[in-house]
């Protein structure tokens, strides 16, 4: 049983040294429409969408912006 242990153990370090899941970068154009940035953070499960034009970082939309953009379209209408 502590062999079987060692071992479990063993290949749980291996593993996680060997299948790093790294975080994914988002890039969006100012073009794209809030819908689509939503349903981009939504979908990836991305923390931080990056806006760039031309290769140019222009700004960067987080969930707590999101947030705010959202809310600031519900009051126009």
């Known amino acids: 049983m502590f062999l079987r242990h060692c071992e479990s153990e063993a290949l749980e370090k291996h593993l996680d ?9 988002v890039l969006l154009s100012p073009h794209n429409t809030v819908q ?10 991305a923390q931080t969408l990056f806006v760039a034009d031309r290769g140019r970082l222009l700004g960067l939309i987080t969930w707590p912006e ?4 959202l809310e600031d379209l519900a009051k126009e209408i």
């Open 17 to 25: 040294e060997v299948c790093c899941i790294h975080p994914t970068s």
């Open 36 to 45: 689509e940035a939503h349903s981009i953070l939504s979908l990836v499960g």
């Open 66 to 69: 999101m947030k705010r953009i």
